[in-house]
């Protein structure tokens, strides 16, 4: 079974330039998520999708990130503009449907490589 | 609003030693993961906790959930230095809210 699939894997930009970051989550997966993960800390969500619907965007800083999940399957998380403090690196997790009706969130996630991003 | 605390923060042991790590969090939840993260790799599952009073065992590693005292542990015997990694527990509510990590380093 094929993994979460990210790319790219690097990005260096200077800052106010835009970036944008693609996943694919695992095949039959509805439930996809976006993290942030600084250096020497743990994840810390931005977004959670259930299929084509952001249910959970309350961390996700609006004015400057946006995604979107079209058709509920691959997913894109764009920063315009980028700042210094953006370098992180960008994780795309996916989870399966929830076991009789419960919710999705409560599942195992699957973690893709992540995109490094350095904001010069 | 949900926080997890993991201690050590950083742990540094030799081969054929035994260590506890901790994770503590703050709110009502019945399911707990730990995930572990190598050097610019992301993060592998390990075990998925799904009740109070739930162990698991892989290899050298053991990890317990207790829901009332809102404590899981993992527990490393006779490490080898092939563990060295940084371990993340993460506790299940809307979403998953991770520890800080744990980041070991077993010495030959």
């Known amino acids: 079974e094929a993994g979460v699939v990210q790319s790219p894997r690097y990005k260096i930009i200077e800052k106010k330039q835009p970036v944008a970051f693609w996943c694919n989550p695992i095949?039959?997966?509805?439930?996809l998520y976006w993290y942030r993960q600084n250096l020497g800390q743990g994840p810390e969500l931005l977004i959670r999708?259930?299929?084509?619907?952001?249910?959970?965007d309350s961390q996700l800083p609006k004015d400057r990130f946006s995604a979107e999940r079209l058709k509920g399957v691959d997913s894109t998380l764009k920063i315009q503009p980028a700042e210094l403090g953006d370098s992180a690196v960008y994780l795309c997790?996916?989870?399966?449907?929830?076991?009789?009706?419960?919710?999705?969130?409560?599942?195992?996630?699957?973690f893709g490589p992540g995109t490094r991003l350095t904001v010069l | 609003e949900l926080k997890v605390e993991q201690n050590p923060l950083f742990l540094s042991m030799q081969e054929g030693k035994n260590y506890t790590i901790y994770c503590n969090y703050s709110?009502?939840?019945?399911?707990l993961y730990w995930y572990r993260q190598d050097p610019g790799k992301s993060l592998e599952s390990l075990f998925v906790?799904?009740?109070?009073?739930a162990v698991k065992q892989e290899g050298r590693l053991m990890a317990s959930l207790d829901t009332k005292a809102r404590l899981s542990t993992l527990h490393i015997t006779a490490a080898v230095h092939d563990l060295s990694a940084t371990y993340f527990c993460?506790?299940?509510?809307?979403?998953?809210?991770f520890g800080k990590g744990t980041h070991l380093i077993i010495q030959p």
């Open positions: 997790a996916s989870s399966p449907r929830g076991l009789a009706g419960g919710p999705s969130h409560y599942n195992e996630q699957f």
């Open positions: 906790l799904l009740s109070n009073g």
């Open positions: 993460a506790v299940a509510g809307d979403g998953l809210t």
């Open positions: 709110t009502t939840s019945d399911r």
């Open positions: 095949s039959g997966h509805n439930t």
């Open positions: 999708y259930e299929n084509e619907e952001a249910v959970d």
